[in-house]
């Protein structure tokens, strides 16, 4: 298959994975407000309606002539665009694509997003971590007789650790957490769990298909009883959560197509803990330049067509590319991350740059 092939290419040229860090800059955290989701069971609605602007920040201001006519713009792939129209024209792609978009992700790449999916769920240490987390939950318990997993909490185990997928559309990187931590199988014996994972969409299309992969995959109980699993509507920039809620944070593939950036970190920043962990997948930009000429070469001629032939739709993967191109560089996004106020700041290239991995704590 030619994407196999072309895929196999790519990694025989990418160099090793290579991380680098960068200096990170003290912050003053923000007042501390440990409010973690009580709300278990329910799936939310954006708290803001998508298309309005949050009123915990503004949106980018007009800053050329063109933009004081016709209001701020930005990119959407190749084309200039309203603010107001990228998000409506990006949500337009993951509608068209939702059905596809799984056996599209494996076609484009060959099948390289789930190594790059494992490596992040790697990188995440939820496997371990919830280890710890279960075996300190039954010492508790073991500890006081009298006392039983979801005592006091209308008899729901108390949440411990709580990680939130934003833009996790079908379900891809949730699923790896949920697998990890081994949420399944307490579903099958526990009406409660002390782990949460929720994923996050602006896309209601994206979320139906995740969650009724859901169903299949895990069953019902894990959605409806032990609610480990939850799937929300919002939008990465105003997230329809409390602040300080999260342990741990993770977007992939979603951050080069929110409309501002910056906002969608300072939000990532609100809702997780101090102490919490910020972890983005994205696209970035290959450092090596055989390999970006053949990377290139591939993505305009090849994904476009195949987008065409597997899913009748040329336009929405013409964007995918583009929107690539476009998304700021590994350095660029280490220092918006610092802007938004997240500390250790550091980077890790898949792939010879095809994607990386950017990492940060919330300062405690
Ligand atoms: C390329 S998909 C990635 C899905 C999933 N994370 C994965 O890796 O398979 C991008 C997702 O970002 C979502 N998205 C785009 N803009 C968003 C926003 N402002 N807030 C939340 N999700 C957004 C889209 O609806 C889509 O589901």
């Not at 959407?76 to 990228?86: L, M, P, R």
């Not at 929300?232 to 501002?260: C, H, K, M, W």
């Amino acid at each position: 298959m030619v994407t196999a092939s072309l895929a196999s290419a790519i990694i025989r040229s990418a160099s090793a994975q290579c991380t680098q860090r960068s200096s990170s800059i003290s912050r003053l955290s923000p007042a501390l407000n440990a409010n973690p989701l009580g709300n278990r069971c329910r799936h939310y609605f954006s708290s803001l309606p998508n298309d309005a602007p949050s009123s915990r920040s503004s949106p980018s201001q007009p800053n050329t002539i063109e933009s004081y006519v016709s209001g701020p713009t930005t990119h959407f792939g190749f084309t200039s665009v309203s603010i107001n129209e990228k998000e409506r024209k990006v949500r337009q792609v993951f509608e068209n694509v939702a059905d596809n978009y799984d056996v599209m992700n494996d076609f484009m790449s060959g099948g390289l997003h789930r190594y790059w999916k494992d490596e992040l769920l790697k990188m995440t240490g939820v496997g371990p971590m919830a280890k710890v987390v279960r075996r300190r939950a039954s010492l508790n318990y073991a500890a006081n007789s009298d006392l039983k997993s979801g005592d006091g909490m209308n008899g729901k185990a108390a949440v411990l650790f709580s990680i939130l997928d934003v833009a996790g559309g079908t379900g891809d990187i949730a699923f790896r957490f949920v697998d990890a931590a081994k949420c399944e199988e307490r579903s099958k014996s526990s009406g409660s769990d002390e782990i949460s994972v929720t994923v996050c969409d602006i896309n209601p299309e994206m979320l139906r298909v995740g969650e009724s992969r859901a169903r299949k995959r895990f069953g019902s109980a894990i959605l409806d009883e032990t609610c480990a699993l939850k799937f929300v509507e919002g939008n990465a920039q105003y997230l329809p959560f409390d602040d300080n809620s999260f342990d741990l944070y993770t977007i992939a593939f979603g951050l080069r197509n929110v409309t501002d950036v910056d906002m969608a970190l300072r939000d990532a920043y609100r809702v997780l803990k101090p102490g919490g962990r910020f972890l983005c997948l994205e696209f970035s930009h290959v450092t090596n330049l055989p390999l970006a000429k053949l990377y290139d070469l591939y993505s305009f001629n090849v994904i476009p067509q195949l987008g065409q032939m597997v899913a009748n739709d040329r336009d929405s993967y013409q964007y995918l590319v583009e929107s690539i191109r476009k998304f700021c560089t590994q350095e660029e996004l280490v220092s918006r991350m610092e802007t938004a106020g997240f500390e250790g700041v550091q980077f890790t290239n898949m792939t010879g740059g095809i994607v990386a991995v950017h990492e940060g704590w919330k300062p405690l």
